[in-house]
């Protein structure tokens, strides 16, 4: 590999994390996929908040189909994806995570970070009395542990992993 292509090569995975973070601050749903105990999937949209650092949160009811997914097998796989864009320009961050409901200390984090995201937005804050007690709301987290972005290279369905971090 020649210093040029070192440098490109550099360069494209600068702009492919510049483009991931971008998309991540900017798209407030992001696309969860599931499954229950004997494998079958399920996807959903959830609001989210990022922390920057590979914690996505957002609060669901805990009797919802995810959530009970969630509870059984922890793995999930999700998708933040901009479909604002014209055809054939989209671009989303995909990304391979474990997901779990917070408690405790853990929590509080979460709430801080949604919140942040919720006022930007237009929203309020959140507190423990919004997600506990005789509510059924809850709050989760997935934690990513690997990224990727289709790569824009004339194959189709062919994603390069980007590095963020987390």
């Given at each position: 590999?020649?210093?040029?292509?070192?440098?490109?090569?550099?360069?494209?995975?600068?702009?492919?994390?510049?483009?991931?973070?971008?998309?991540?601050?900017?798209?407030?749903?992001?696309v969860l996929g599931t499954a229950?105990?004997?494998?079958?999937?399920?996807?959903?949209?959830?609001?989210?908040?990022?922390?920057?650092?590979?914690?996505?949160?957002?609060?669901?009811?805990?009797?919802?189909?995810?959530?009970?997914?969630?509870?059984?097998?922890?793995?999930?796989?999700?998708?933040?994806?901009?479909?604002?864009?014209?055809?054939?320009?989209?671009?989303?961050?995909?990304?391979?995570?474990?997901?779990?409901?917070?408690?405790?200390?853990?929590?509080?984090?979460?709430?801080?970070?949604?919140?942040?995201?919720?006022?930007?937005?237009?929203?309020?804050?959140?507190?423990?009395?919004?997600?506990?007690?005789?509510?059924?709301?809850?709050?989760?987290?997935?934690?990513?542990?690997?990224?990727?972005?289709?790569?824009?290279?004339?194959?189709?369905?062919?994603?390069?992993?980007?590095?963020?971090?987390?």
């Amino acid at each position: 590999m020649t210093q040029n292509s070192r440098n490109e090569d550099s360069s494209q995975a600068g702009d492919r994390q510049a483009q991931a973070r971008a998309i991540m601050d900017r798209i407030s749903y992001m696309v969860l996929g599931t499954a229950d105990a004997d494998g079958k999937p399920w996807a959903t949209p959830v609001y989210f908040a990022t922390d920057g650092r590979g914690a996505f949160y957002w609060v669901s009811s805990h009797e919802a189909r995810h959530s009970v997914n969630i509870a059984a097998r922890p793995q999930v796989g999700i998708v933040i994806f901009d479909s604002t864009v014209p055809i054939g320009t989209g671009q989303g961050v995909y990304m391979d995570a474990r997901a779990e409901q917070l408690t405790g200390d853990e929590l509080d984090m979460g709430l801080a970070v949604f919140s942040e995201r919720s006022i930007r937005d237009g929203g309020s804050v959140w507190t423990r009395r919004d997600i506990a007690g005789d509510t059924l709301i809850r709050m989760y987290r997935a934690m990513a542990s690997a990224y990727s972005m289709l790569a824009k290279d004339g194959q189709p369905d062919h994603r390069v992993a980007v590095s963020l971090g987390g």
